[in-house]
């Protein structure tokens, strides 16, 4: 019997090695020898990349598993850590953007105990009389801290005041108060050894042998360090992973946070309060903007840095949190795995780098996803003393509705799955009731982001779900439209679109390759997903059948959502006309965290096992290498923005890269410096330019392509009558017009023209074939003035200037 079972399993393993093998070579083949990135591992920057990212696993690596004292550890690995962010410029800004977040994190949490009351112990920290473990209450502070800020915006903005500098002094004093009261009440986190002792029952969530869920020796961070070299090497894989996004952070300026990631002291308060109409046009700017509003304070210096280290900070807490739901479910070793394997994901660790509020909708979503998981496997004890877990999820749903308008498909479906799940148990329970105030502030900070979309555009979500707002009553405001969101539904029949489905799911499956792809590598899940997807699929099989030891309600919750999840997204690959990577990251986190979780349990990861296990799993294990290799060379030649290598190596200077003298060189290069510096930050111009390199202007500027691109409303440049009448709603100031750009732009450059002739278009001023004009609409004249046409057509340069 014995070595009928061994047989089995020896069989298996070679299957799901012939499986894994035949999904690499298909993605390596197709990506990498003969598709995009063969040219960009030829590039001499991404080759001094690789080389430093395996010198920095090494490192990691050699202090991990050769020094066995933690201290040691700790020191060792924080020395490689700091230089290396020092070097590649970018320790300033983490410090700087770690320090806000730390502090929303406090706001919320003292919020949570001054509206709940709190009772600590030596064993546990509790709100009311609910037990919380420690990196959910962490998660829940980051919840109300965040909402919090987001009314204070809010109210503030309601009175017309606003300004980067009011914010700054706001997030200040919020911080030296946030300080003051925990040096006042103890120091944060150290009220208690942690969330649940060692031996103690929580709430009823299983066990797993000894070890209490949420119990991680103490401390949240000693889940993270290592007892064997197999740790070692997943910790020092982990911490490498991050470090790449570290490395390149200042140089990856991608499309969408150059769009208005990055400009919110122009395009979101341009100092009188977020619900200033700035004339912006384009759908991008009408969007709820939560992300933006918490970076308000971070904004508008020399260096971007700050604000995208606070996207970098939300996608190491996604990475943390879904270890320690691994810690929860297995031990040390599961928590290791779910983190690596997040990790290792491109889709979810190249959005750390992006301005785009991608990361940190994922991060609150995983808050959402561990809320619902422990309210499934909460104990039959009912009263005050039950966590309100359902309340603290559905509170963390409230503040993903402010992100992304594509939240509320996904987060909607994400709690849809967990009430189902309830219901279907019948463990549909409220908890401590008082579990309700901590819906006050997400409802204020959706309510408040939510009026200023109304208030802009006439309808509270925009995007897609617009023309849904407008069959319940609301009317989309002049001069808005949203009529090509998503394409024409009807440019391909049903049958066309079914295909056009199989090669896209073949594509983001195994390799995507193609015109059609080139949204989805760049945030791609790689062949990794597919194996965790069959992985998946396996091990609830195997579960269902009696296989698996524990957690049925939790399988049942995981189930719903990853049905409900993939149906949704083969749905949106079926219908919209193009398809992004990013739009899966949901579905690679729960993937990742719900498979490791049920392939540990089945194979009994880190407890003794019998020898057919032990072969399937260290089989697995090493198959897990091949994927991770593969995983983060794609991670290094695919990001958002598309730039090689790392950020040039810098050890003398202040610690942040200085996009303001890179965009000014820029200017000078493309000969319009003195151009740029002639406007005020107040002043709304409409450039005619390079989009997005022609936002780079210090005042509140949109472009050409903002008005007829994607986004926009192409309607409004049919007439000159209809432009003008856009130009008065906006309140445009000035016209920036690129040398080069309207060589192939005849509509735009018609309207130049008509407007100087007509004479609204006035004191133009000329530098290197660049031009800048003023907007002047009630000075129209009878007279052509054909003499000022004459001066533009001589003056202005058809030839694009310098070099992009």
Not at 97 to 104: D, E, Q
Not at 215 to 228: C, H, I, K, M, Y
Request: contains cysteine; hydrophobic residues 45%.
């Amino acid at each position: 019997m014995c070595g009928s079972k061994k047989r089995r399993t020896i069989l298996s393993l070679a299957l799901f090695w012939a499986l894994g093998l035949l999904i690499l070579g298909t993605g390596f083949e197709e990506t990498v020898m003969k598709g995009p990135l063969r040219e960009v591992l030829k590039k001499e920057e991404t080759k001094t990349m690789l080389v430093h990212v395996l010198a920095v696993f090494l490192w990691n690596l050699g202090w991990l598993s050769l020094v066995r004292r933690r201290k040691a550890q700790i020191a060792g690995t924080a020395v490689g850590v700091l230089g290396f962010a020092w070097c590649h410029q970018m320790l300033v800004p983490a410090a700087v953007s770690g320090a806000w977040l730390l502090t929303l994190i406090g706001a919320g949490d003292r919020i949570n105990h001054l509206m709940l009351g709190n009772r600590t112990g030596k064993n546990y920290t509790s709100i009311g009389r609910s037990i919380l473990f420690y990196p959910e209450r962490i998660a829940l502070g980051l919840v109300t801290g965040s909402a919090f800020w987001m009314a204070v915006v809010c109210g503030v903005s309601l009175t017309g005041h606003g300004g980067i500098g009011l914010w700054r002094i706001l997030a200040l004093a919020l911080g030296f108060l946030t300080a003051a009261v925990w040096l006042m009440k103890g120091r944060f986190l150290a009220a208690g050894e942690n969330a649940a002792g060692a031996g103690a029952s929580v709430q009823g969530v299983p066990r797993r042998g000894n070890t209490v869920p949420g119990s991680v020796r103490g401390r949240f961070a000693e889940t993270f360090l290592p007892d064997n070299f197999l740790q070692a090497l997943l910790t020092a894989f982990i911490l490498t992973m991050i470090l790449i996004q570290a490395g390149r952070l200042n140089i990856e300026l991608d499309y969408d946070s150059l769009h208005y990631g990055l400009r919110s002291p122009f395009v979101l308060d341009n100092g009188k309060g977020i619900y200033e109409n700035l004339g912006m046009i384009n759908l991008v700017y009408s969007y709820s903007k939560g992300a933006e509003v918490l970076n308000l304070p971070l904004s508008g210096t020399a260096t971007y840095g700050f604000v995208l280290t606070f996207s970098f900070w939300t996608t190491v807490g996604t990475v943390l949190l879904a270890g320690h739901m691994g810690k929860r479910s297995g031990g040390k070793n599961t928590a290791l795995w779910t983190a690596a394997v997040c990790a290792a994901i491109p889709g979810i660790m190249n959005m750390a780098v992006s301005a785009k509020s991608d990361s940190i909708t994922l991060l609150y979503q995983v808050i959402i996803y561990d809320f619902l998981c422990l309210a499934a496997e909460t104990s039959e004890e009912k009263g005050e003393k039950e966590t309100p877990w359902l309340l603290m999820a559905v509170a963390a749903y409230l503040v993903t509705l402010v992100f992304k308008p594509t939240a509320l498909v996904f987060s909607t479906g994400l709690g849809a799955a967990g009430l189902l799940s309830l219901l279907l148990r019948k463990k549909l329970r409220i908890g401590n009731k008082r579990g309700f105030l901590l819906w006050i502030f997400p409802l204020m900070a959706t309510a408040g982001l939510w009026y200023r979309t109304w208030r802009i555009v006439g309808v509270p979500v925009t995007s897609i779900f617009a023309g849904m707002c407008e069959k319940i009553g609301f009317e989309v405001k002049y001069p808005f439209s949203f009529a090509n969101v998503i394409g024409n539904p009807w440019a391909l029949s049903a049958g066309e679109k079914l295909a056009r489905l199989a090669e896209r799911l073949k594509g983001i499956l195994l390799a995507p390759v193609g015109e059609d792809m080139e949204h989805v590598i760049i945030a791609w899940g790689t062949g990794l997903v597919t194996a965790l997807l069959l992985l998946w699929c396996v091990s609830l099989c195997l579960r269902v059948k009696g296989k698996g030891t524990s957690g049925t309600a939790r399988d049942l919750f995981d189930g719903l959502l990853m049905a409900i999840l993939l149906a949704g997204s083969v749905l949106s690959i079926y219908t919209l006309t193009q398809v992004d990577g990013n739009y899966f990251m949901l579905v690679y986190a729960v993937l990742a965290i719900s498979a490791v979780r049920m392939a540990g349990d089945w194979l009994d990861i880190g407890r003794g096992i019998k020898t057919p296990g032990r072969i399937l799993r260290a089989g697995l294990c090493l198959l897990a290498v091949p994927f991770f290799l593969f995983s983060a060379m794609i991670t290094c030649t695919t990001s958002w923005a598309g730039t090689p290598g790392f950020t040039p190596v810098k050890w003398t200077g202040k610690g942040y890269y200085d996009h303001r003298a890179e965009r000014s060189q820029r200017r000078i290069r493309r000969g319009y410096e003195n151009l740029a510096c002639g406007v005020k930050s107040t002043d709304r111009v409409l450039a005619f330019g390079f989009h997005p390199e022609i936002l780079d202007l210090d005042c509140s500027v949109q472009s050409y392509y903002d008005v007829t691109g994607s986004g926009g409303n192409v309607y409004l440049v049919k007439k000159l009558a209809y432009f003008e009448e856009f130009l008065e709603y906006a309140g445009i100031d000035y016209f920036f017009v690129q040398a080069g750009y309207l060589a192939e732009q005849p509509r735009a450059l018609e309207i130049i023209e008509d407007m100087i002739e007509e004479g609204t278009l006035t004191d133009l001023t000329f530098e290197w074939g660049n031009m800048r004009a003023r907007v002047a609409l009630d000075q129209k004249t009878e007279e052509l003035q054909t003499a000022q046409a004459e001066i533009f057509r001589k003056n202005y340069c058809m030839s694009e200037n310098g070099f992009r």
